[in-house]
């Protein structure tokens, strides 16, 4: 790919400030984008930007969930870059409890960050990424066709936005097109600002994965770099799972 063809384009990156959008802010960098991490954690911003350490970086406090946010959001974006190439929205919170003790508003919080988030940031760039002829990557999970225990309200949310992604493709394109990534298992450590990491992962986590290892924040944040290029022109509407072919093994007790 002619990373070359991202000078001077804007990418904005929900939940940027750190794990896989931070990987993705920096891979959009390095091919030339400019970037917007619209993070809502404020305590993040110098971590983050130190990291990236580009002036072409941006840190706007937003939470998704809230529109005139988004919208305060996207206008400054444009003031700043006078323009919308891509938005990749990747914010995602969890709660995961048995059912029966999941709290409503607990429920209702996890699909307002989750998956209304990604419907407000696209709404609200619609017009811009039409203009530029843009991209748009949702960051759902293979959560969202599989699960654990316990993950009702982030699985739900990831189930959802890759119904919103086709269905954002068809009301935007062709001007814009509008794709899904599903991660697997993916190691954020090195993305974590040196905070632990809430696992260890061990000889055999990596063994059971048919790719041979855990994922890592760049196997996503490529195919990030990829839809959003003149090279995926003709995809639109689809749901890439990245997860080492673990959706594929089957398992039986032995």
């Known amino acids: 790919m002619n990373k070359e063809r991202f000078q001077n384009k804007t990418a904005i990156i929900t939940g940027g400030g750190r794990g896989i959008g931070l990987c993705i802010a920096k891979t959009f960098l390095e091919a030339g984008a400019r970037v917007v991490l619209a993070e809502a954690d404020p305590g993040l911003k110098s971590k983050a930007l130190g990291f990236l350490n580009s002036s072409a970086a941006v840190f706007f406090q937003t939470d998704v969930s809230d529109e005139s946010s988004v919208q305060t959001m996207v206008r400054q974006t444009a003031e700043q870059f006078g ?104 190691d954020t450590t090195a993305y974590l600002h040196g905070a632990p990491a809430p696992w260890t992962i061990r000889p055999q986590d990596h063994a059971q994965h048919p790719a041979g290892r855990v994922g890592r924040p760049e196997d996503v944040a490529e195919m990030v770099l990829y839809l959003c290029s003149p090279a995926a022109e003709f995809i639109t509407g689809q749901n890439i799972v990245i997860d080492g072919g673990m959706t594929r093994k089957m398992i039986y007790l032995e």
């Open 83 to 186: 323009r919308i190439d891509f938005l990749v929205c990747n914010a995602g919170i969890a709660k995961n409890v048995p059912v029966s003790e999941l709290k409503y508003e607990d429920w209702r919080r996890v699909l307002d960050v989750n998956l209304s988030g990604a419907f407000l940031c696209a709404k609200h760039c619609a017009p811009l990424l039409g203009q530029s002829r843009g991209a748009i990557v949702n960051i759902a999970s293979t959560r969202a066709m599989m699960s654990e225990p316990n993950t009702e309200a982030y699985s739900a949310t990831k189930g959802g936005l890759t119904a919103l992604t086709h269905a954002l493709a068809i009301s935007l394109g062709p001007a814009v097109r509008v794709n899904c990534i599903s991660p697997g298992w993916i």
